[in-house]
């Protein structure tokens, strides 16, 4: 069955490359990326003339076509989420609360991008999507609320996808920052007590799409690069690839970097679930890292 998607946030990071790959991919016949200022999500009335407008074009096409919603657009200002939490909320929370409503009516699957954030991140052994939530600050705690609204809104026909530590070459991140700050300093301090999985925007978007294509049931998944490190162990493998001395990234504590959200400590994110279903393992972080530089380096060097 072909497949013919509506990606929401198609300038952002994550966004603008599903709808590169949706393009270049044969089985997909019809792709269309929205974004502001064209479409505004947390407007009820736009979410539902864009969703309907949509599956009628697919349908005149074609009544065979599965239809699915890919909504990355969000929220991701973390620290200004802390004083904007209400507009944080409009888009995290009431909007996919609103693309649920017109995905149902419309017949549509929706995939929601959400975080690990939606975790306490205080545990030590890697959060299963089922585990007790407890977002330590309030862009997780929007985050938590979109999923929940979906969860009970379109429990059949949603798929909740938690990645972490994102970075591609479409938009700010770690990675892009880490190639600036070697160009600009002869060493960078870096914390070594927060974890979490590196994930390439190149690699969650192919598995969103394995995901759209396939039969896996409704129902939270991780998707993140297998294996984890610090933000230190990061860096230092950002200058690897950037060909610098990884010596010049110096350790230290998040204690040191006091920052207006709070930040989970351990946020890395089993990958049971997703096996679980049949959908193929993301690549481990260190070799995607490589990868990612070696397909858009230049990108990631600006
Ligand atoms: N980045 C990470 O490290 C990370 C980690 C865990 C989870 N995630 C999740 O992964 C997903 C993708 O992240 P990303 O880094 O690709 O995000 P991004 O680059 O910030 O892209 C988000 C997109 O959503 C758009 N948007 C914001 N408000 C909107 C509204 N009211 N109506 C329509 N579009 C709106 C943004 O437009 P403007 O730019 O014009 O505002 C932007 O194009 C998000 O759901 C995020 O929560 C990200």
Known sequence: MALALLITGCNGQLGSELVRQARAASDIAFSRGIDLPEVDLTDPFAVRDTVHEWARVVRSDSPDHKLVVLNPAAYTAVDKAEEQEDLAYAVNATAPALLATACKEAGAWLAQVSTDYVFPGDGTVPYEPDD?????????RTKLAGELAIQEILPDASWIVRTAWLYGAGGPNFVKTMARLERERETLTVITDQVGSPTWAGDLAR??????????PAGAYHGTNRGSTSWHGFAKAIFEELG?????????????FPTPATRPAYSVLSPAAWDGAGLPPFPGW??????????????LRT
Not at 245 to 252: I, K, L, N, Y
């Open 207 to 216: 598995g969103l799409l394995t995901l759209a294509r396939s039969d896996a």
């Open 286 to 299: 260190r070799e995607a890292l490589a990868e990612a530089f070696r397909v858009e380096g230049p990108a």
């Open 244 to 256: 610098a001395d990884p010596a010049r990234v110096h350790p230290t504590t998040a204690a040191n």
């Open 132 to 140: 007790p939530k407890g977002p330590t600050n309030a862009y997780g």
